[in-house]
């Protein structure tokens, strides 16, 4: 195989014509750049080089190969810097994938940090609830995941196991929180039993939500009329505003707008959902996506 150091001794030699010289120009030593020429030729299986004296001259093939290394070596020297420049985060791109409250709250902070501290690193964004985005993850779709789960769900377990092959940074818990129209006989309340609520009409969240809504209700012995089920956040916000229902929606998704006509009330039992960001082993020693897991996590802490 053709090292690079050997090509660099050949131009060297090629230039100055002397293996004398080529070693004052490389700083090294004579012996040094005798031995490099002839693995060099060993490994291209032809001479390139004929002695004439104290002078050197190329064979053809030297000539070929002197001809190919200027490009090889500016290639690489390219190479190197770019990996360097991505090393340093003067560079580099991360595929962030994330679900729409984390879009709307974490993200952009995170993001204008990163790019604040980071101008050359570049971040592309598209939205995907769990487990979806999960699975464009490990498929090779993003490089790092926001996702979600509900603590003490039926799945709980395997859900622990199906993350137990990724990197899990925790950012933080997200508790759920009732949603009444203003004028509701429960809208001054402090705290509100689910159980309260049992016969009221409700507005549910995207399919993993709903799922939960489902499971939180009937261990407090009731089934929820499901009247309208929608994965737009501000919608559910909209419908409760309109006096058309109830429902119980995540902090964050509450965070970034503002529920005209509707009143958030604290709901027992206390229900959480832990927000994390994911990415795989190897993708968290890249810096570009160790940066940004770093700035979700600073996002999520304030």
């Known amino acids: 195989m053709i090292e690079a150091r050997h090509l660099r001794v050949l131009r060297a030699v090629a230039a100055?014509?002397?293996?004398?010289?080529?070693?004052?120009?490389l700083g090294c030593t004579q012996p040094a750049?005798?031995?490099?020429?002839?693995?060099?030729?060993?490994?291209?299986?032809t001479p390139l080089l004929i002695r004439t004296g104290r002078e050197m001259r190329l064979t053809q093939a030297g000539e070929a190969l002197v001809r190919h290394a200027a490009g090889i070596l500016a290639g690489l020297t390219a190479a190197e810097e770019e990996v360097a420049a991505i090393a340093g985060l003067r560079?580099?791109?991360?595929?962030?994938?994330?679900?729409?409250?984390?879009?709307?709250?974490?993200?952009?902070?995170?993001?204008?940090?990163?790019?604040?501290?980071?101008?050359?690193?570049?971040?592309?964004?598209?939205?995907?609830?769990?487990?979806?985005s999960v699975e464009?993850?490990?498929?090779?779709?993003?490089?790092?995941?926001?996702?979600?789960?509900?603590?003490?769900?039926?799945?709980?377990?395997?859900?622990?196991?199906?993350?137990?092959?990724l990197v899990v940074r925790p950012l933080l818990a997200d508790r759920l929180v009732g949603?009444?129209?203003?004028?509701?006989?429960?809208?001054?309340?402090?705290?509100?039993?689910?159980?309260?609520?049992?016969?009221?009409?409700?507005?549910?969240?995207?399919?993993?939500?709903?799922?939960?809504?489902?499971?939180?209700?009937?261990?407090?012995?009731?089934?929820?009329?499901?009247?309208?089920?929608?994965?737009?956040?501000p919608a559910v916000i909209g419908l409760?505003?309109?006096?058309?229902?109830?429902?119980?929606?995540?902090?964050?998704?509450?965070?970034?707008v503002r529920p005209k006509g509707a009143r958030t009330v604290t709901v027992e039992p206390a229900v959480q959902r832990e927000i994390v960001a994911l990415t795989l082993p190897?993708?968290?020693?890249?810096?570009?996506?160790a940066a940004t897991l770093d700035h979700l996590a600073r996002a999520a802490a304030r």
Do not use: N
Not at 33 to 45: D, H, N, P, T, Y
Not at 240 to 256: D, N, Q, R, T, W
């Open 16 to 25: 100055t014509g002397s293996f004398s010289a080529a070693a004052r120009e």
């Open 33 to 45: 750049v005798s031995q490099q020429m002839k693995s060099l030729e060993s490994s291209a299986g």
């Open 91 to 132: 560079a580099g791109r991360v595929r962030l994938v994330s679900f729409p409250s984390g879009s709307s709250t974490l993200v952009p902070t995170a993001l204008a940090a990163l790019r604040a501290a980071h101008p050359g690193t570049r971040v592309s964004l598209v939205e995907a609830e769990p487990p979806r």
């Open 136 to 165: 464009m993850l490990r498929e090779g779709d993003c490089d790092v995941a926001l996702a979600f789960r509900y603590e003490g769900r039926r799945e709980g377990a395997q859900a622990a196991e199906d993350w137990d092959d």
């Open 179 to 233: 949603l009444v129209p203003e004028g509701h006989r429960l809208a001054k309340s402090d705290a509100v039993s689910i159980g309260e609520l049992a016969d009221e009409p409700w507005i549910a969240g995207c399919p993993r939500c709903r799922r939960q809504l489902v499971e939180v209700c009937e261990g407090a012995g009731f089934t929820p009329r499901i009247d309208f089920a929608t994965d737009d956040y």
């Open 240 to 256: 409760v505003g309109a006096g058309l229902g109830v429902a119980v929606l995540p902090e964050l998704a509450i965070e970034s």
């Open 282 to 289: 190897d993708l968290a020693q890249v810096p570009a996506v």
